[in-house]
């Protein structure tokens, strides 16, 4: 019989790297496998922020949308390959009925969170990986005009009938500049942050790049090398535009709008620093 905690056991080696590698051991000058190493992670993420914000603000659409998609049952690989292809067949029938257009990309994330009186296993707590925590934040947005409840109604079905009516939960919200009031003393400011400072703050947090991840408290684990996918989503989410050329759109414009930052600190942005391979990114926890 096999007892519930090696279990366990088979079922995290299946989706992420128990001992990661640091840097690139692949002997190349730029990898952005998300597999392959922390540092790999960090530049691939970097080009998939870049690319996402680009396009959002180059397309304006009528509505963007981030959030997440999660689910609390054991499940194995095939069965979220299986699900997620349940999923975006329903999305695509379920939007057609609406009479909305919705693109979608997801990146699937494995987090770790520390709660009290539970026990680590050599650094690794085998239970917090099982029970909701592979779950998956998107970025989405309608090329048509599109309620904030009409898609999280949309979504939530959707998400319940890949799992078969399962314990599922989706959030999300709308991306949008909203007015924050900031109180400094007895002198009170209301702010209105740009539209693309919300875009690129929603974004970043959703692809988990270097400013996102708490990596002193090790918030996220690196997805197996030959487990479940690191990225999809709709077909046609980049608009007939080219990712690479998106990515190089936005740094380019980066640079123009402050010639300041052209150097180091655009280089730790892309992941093409040095200083990276100093982080404690993947030190085992005794």
């Known amino acids: 019989m096999i007892g519930k905690r ?13 001992e990661p590698y640091k840097v690139c051991n692949r002997g190349v000058t730029v990898c952005r496998d ?4 922390w540092v790999c992670r960090h530049r691939w993420a970097a080009q998939q922020r870049a690319a996402i914000v680009q396009l959002l ?6 509505a963007m949308f981030a959030g997440n998609l999660s689910l609390h049952r054991l499940a194995s690989v095939d069965e979220h ?8 067949r329903c999305l695509r029938e379920c939007c057609r009925k609406e009479k909305f257009a919705l693109k979608i990309r997801c990146f699937t994330h494995a987090a770790r969170k ?10 690794v707590r085998v239970s917090d990986l099982i029970y909701g925590n592979v779950h998956y934040d998107f970025v989405a947005y309608a090329t048509t005009r599109a309620t904030l409840p009409m898609v999280a109604d949309t979504l939530r079905n959707c998400w319940r009938s890949a ?18 009031t900031r109180r400094f003393g007895a002198i009170t400011l209301t702010l209105s942050p740009q539209l693309e400072d919300a875009i690129e703050q929603a974004v970043r947090y959703q692809v988990k790049d270097i400013q996102s ?13 030959n487990g479940i996918e690191a990225v999809w989503g709709s077909n046609g989410f980049w608009a007939d535009r080219s990712f690479r050329n998106l990515a190089k759109q936005y740094w380019d414009r980066r640079r123009d709008a402050a010639p300041e930052l052209d150097g180091e600190l655009i280089r730790w942005e892309a992941g093409e620093s040095d200083l990276l391979k100093n982080l404690p990114w993947a030190d085992r926890e005794e």
Request: charged residues 30%.
């Open 213 to 225: 991840v708490h990596i002193g408290k090790k918030k996220l684990w690196l997805l197996a090398r």
């Open 163 to 180: 799992w078969n009516g399962g314990a599922t939960e989706v959030k999300i919200d709308q991306i949008r500049s909203r007015r924050r």
């Open 34 to 37: 998300p597999r392959c190493s």
């Open 114 to 123: 520390d709660s009290k009186g539970r026990s680590w296993f050599r650094g």
């Open 81 to 88: 390959r299986q699900a997620r292809k349940v999923f975006m």
């Open 6 to 18: 090696y279990l366990r056991q088979c079922l995290l080696e299946e989706f992420v790297q128990l």
């Open 57 to 62: 603000v180059y397309l304006d659409p009528p």
